[in-house]
């Protein structure tokens, strides 16, 4: 690794993420049942129709996770709760023993001294809440208030920071246009309707929170860099048309009070009525902006109707998603959100990181692609910050190897290795470079 510390400003924070579906084991501990586990039952949504009723049973292995948290020397741990697990009905009763395991999660970072930095939702839709519409019902937005008071008045008191939402685009776009995501809905008018009660929620949650008192409070945010698949103005409008709605919307809602153009067109007719009076809502002031960012796409007309595009391959080299290696992107991105979007306002990256078919090897696992990964982009980061652009720190996605949602357990984002039979955590090489980085 060719970063370290030093190169980076006094009080920069390094963290790793995960969430609560993809690593705890929601099939424990009264958890409820959640829209992935309805999802991943359903044939044909999920490789080997994996779900995450175990997963790497960080539900009994937490202190475990966390020590490896804290021996790599991060400052911070980016975790989310599951509502499901909170509130099994997703309304109404709590689930003592879920509220439970929480707090003990948040005592056990403190005690390492590390910074516990939660996300509220990180999809698992408790499943009964599906059946009133989920995303689609404005009401989401109140019931979303009710469970973050519910989380937040138990351990509200000893968070660093808060994000309510974990990247919207996905709760919205992918999950209800491009049904690749729970519930697998493919339906324009529920797609615009989750784009926007996905953002009033978000909001009733920060108003929930600064109710309580609560500072740090921020929002997470995807963002996939997009260039045109060649040099004709269709492939460049239907680009923009990418953009508009994959990384605009949502900053544009959350930071402007307003949708991108080029988004409504499509949109607009199928968005709630009265729409436009819940910006003050969704505007609700942020402490600081997180961006999750992974790759880029090559974008090209579709021959269809609207938002007519479709991705084509790209040429640069690729991880273990087929995703394109792009570091430029995050560079763009940072000034870019701090250029038109966020102003002075802290960044951070929230999630970065890359999927390797890792194999374990006698007790070790190389993985030079991901150090060399992880370098690059933390080099985009630098460039950004000597421009002046305000990004205070760098999440790691992911701790662990995990549920990777609808493609399982084989793409394997971990600094540390588990092995899915055994649960056994084996930190990769990547980890070892990283926790010499973090030291020096
Ligand atoms: C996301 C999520 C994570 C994923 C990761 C890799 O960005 O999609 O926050 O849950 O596992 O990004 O795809």
Request: glycine share 10%.
């Amino acid at each position: 690794m060719r970063h370290t510390r030093p190169d980076f400003p006094d009080g920069f924070l390094f963290g790793a993420a995960t969430s609560s579906y993809q690593i705890e084991g929601h099939g424990v501990g009264g958890a409820g049942r959640t829209q992935w586990d309805d999802f991943a039952a359903t044939p044909g949504n999920v490789v080997r129709f994996e779900d995450g009723a175990r997963a790497c049973d960080h539900y009994h292995r937490y202190a475990e996770d966390l020590d490896l948290v804290a021996a790599a020397g991060f400052d911070c741990y980016r975790f989310s709760l599951s509502w499901a697990r909170v509130m099994p009905e997703g309304r109404g009763p709590v689930n003592a023993e879920g509220l439970d395991f929480y707090d003990r999660l948040t005592d056990a970072m403190l005690e390492r001294g590390i910074k516990p930095c939660a996300t509220l939702y990180h999809w698992e839709l408790p499943s009964p809440l599906l059946d009133s519409g989920g995303w689609r019902n404005r009401d989401i937005a109140e019931w979303f208030a009710d469970y973050t008071e519910v989380v937040m008045s138990r351990i509200g008191d000893r968070m660093f920071s808060v994000a309510p939402i974990n990247e919207p685009w996905c709760v919205a776009w992918l999950s209800h246009f491009e049904g690749h995501h729970a519930p697998g809905v493919r339906d324009i008018r529920a797609a615009a309707r989750a784009m926007h009660h996905v953002l009033l929620a978000h909001g009733r949650a920060i108003e929930t929170m600064r109710g309580l008192g609560m500072g740090n409070l921020g929002g997470v945010f995807n963002h996939e860099w997009t260039d045109p698949a060649d040099d004709s103005p269709e492939a460049r409008s239907a680009a923009d048309r990418y953009d508009a709605i994959y990384n605009r919307w949502f900053l544009g809602g959350v930071f402007k009070g307003e949708y991108p153009t080029l988004a409504l067109e499509g949109l607009e007719p199928h968005l709630p009525t009265g729409w436009q009076d819940d910006f003050s809502t969704i505007q609700a002031p942020l402490d600081w902006c997180g961006l999750n960012y992974y790759t880029r796409k090559l974008i090209a007309p579709a021959g269809q109707p609207w938002p007519n595009y479709r991705d084509v391959e790209g040429p640069l080299p690729k991880t273990f998603m087929d995703w394109e290696i792009y570091p430029d992107g995050l560079y763009n991105f940072l000034t870019r959100a701090a250029r038109e979007y966020t102003g002075d306002l802290p960044l951070f990256v929230t999630e970065n990181g890359m999927a390797s078919p890792d194999v374990l090897k006698g007790t070790s696992v190389e993985d030079p692609d991901r150090t060399a990964y992880l370098d690059a982009h933390l080099a985009s980061a630098k460039r950004a910050i000597a421009e002046g652009v305000p990004l205070n720190g760098y999440f790691i996605w992911s701790l662990l190897d995990n549920y990777e949602w609808a493609l399982g357990y084989e793409k394997r984002f971990g600094l540390v290795h588990v092995d899915f039979d055994t649960l056994v955590r084996t930190p990769k090489a990547s980890y070892h470079a990283l926790a010499h980085a973090l030291k020096s």
